[in-house]
């Protein structure tokens, strides 16, 4: 079972938790890392573009001139891709980029990105994330007080909307809560952040998950 510091707002230790070695000492995993982080961003994707071909584009129905005796190019339609306002050679069309990634795939990646960060000294657990003011200077002094110079994502275990006030105009500082805590988020950023109660919410949520799984399991 890992035991991590745990610091407050100002970078004092003020206490310690256990995290399960199950969850957060997975062996890294890059192809399924690489694979959450893809899935993510073809999700993420809209795929709405479009354009019209000759056969879609309003009126041409008529012949513009008649076939020979005209000294002009033979035309068909005034729709054809040659004519201005015609139709687009192999126009793009509007598609689904979605990707599927199974529940366990999905977990994995996850917790393998997170037991990297902690393997490598780049997480975090703060025993309570929250300002007063909402003042940037007081996410700033946050900062300085634990000399991050990269990118730092910050999980709270609710949105605090002064937490993501203070925070907003800070470059290289992003905040989320701990349902939105996603592969792609914790690969991107070089440092990770996390309020012990979102620790506790995330640890307890897959470990009853494990638990259940077992039980189905042993009953079969």
């Given at each position: 079972?890992?035991?991590?510091?745990?610091?407050?707002?100002?970078?004092?230790?003020?206490?310690?938790?256990?995290?399960?070695?199950?969850?957060?000492?997975?062996?890294?995993?890059e192809?399924?890392?690489h694979?959450?982080?893809?899935?993510?961003?073809?999700?993420?994707?809209?795929?709405?573009?479009?354009?019209?071909t000759?056969?879609?584009?309003?009126?041409?129905?008529?012949?513009?001139w008649?076939?020979?005796?005209?000294?002009?190019?033979?035309?068909?339609?005034?729709?054809?891709?040659?004519?201005?306002k015609?139709?687009?050679?192999?126009?793009?069309?509007?598609?689904?980029?979605?990707?599927?990634?199974?529940?366990?795939?999905?977990?994995?990646?996850?917790?393998?990105?997170?037991?990297?960060?902690?393997?490598?000294?780049?997480?975090?657990?703060?025993?309570?994330?929250?300002?007063?003011?909402?003042?940037?200077?007081?996410?700033?002094?946050?900062?300085?007080?634990?000399?991050?110079d990269?990118?730092?994502?910050?999980v709270?275990?609710?949105?605090?909307?002064?937490?993501?006030?203070?925070?907003?105009?800070?470059?290289?500082l992003?905040?989320?809560?701990?349902?939105?805590?996603?592969?792609?988020?914790?690969?991107?950023?070089?440092?990770?952040?996390?309020?012990?109660?979102?620790?506790?919410?995330l640890?307890?949520?897959?470990?009853?998950?494990?638990?259940?799984a077992?039980?189905?399991?042993?009953?079969?």
């Amino acid at each position: 079972m890992a035991n991590l510091k745990v610091y407050n707002m100002n970078g004092q230790e003020v206490g310690a938790i256990d995290l399960s070695s199950d969850l957060f000492e997975l062996e890294y995993n890059e192809p399924l890392i690489h694979q959450a982080v893809v899935t993510r961003l073809a999700n993420a994707r809209q795929g709405t573009k479009g354009t019209l071909t000759r056969t879609e584009v309003r009126g041409g129905g008529r012949k513009p001139w008649r076939q020979k005796g005209t000294g002009n190019a033979r035309q068909g339609s005034i729709r054809a891709p040659q004519w201005i306002k015609g139709g687009v050679v192999f126009a793009p069309k509007s598609r689904d980029f979605s990707k599927k990634m199974n529940k366990t795939a999905k977990r994995t990646a996850l917790f393998s990105a997170l037991s990297k960060r902690i393997a490598d000294g780049e997480f975090y657990v703060i025993d309570n994330i929250e300002v007063k003011e909402g003042k940037t200077k007081e996410m700033v002094a946050f900062k300085n007080a634990f000399k991050f110079d990269s990118s730092v994502l910050m999980v709270m275990n609710d949105n605090d909307s002064l937490v993501i006030r203070a925070a907003r105009n800070i470059y290289g500082l992003q905040t989320i809560s701990i349902d939105e805590l996603n592969t792609y988020d914790v690969v991107k950023n070089h440092v990770l952040v996390i309020a012990k109660d979102a620790v506790e919410k995330l640890q307890a949520a897959y470990v009853v998950e494990d638990e259940e799984a077992q039980e189905e399991a042993d009953g079969e």
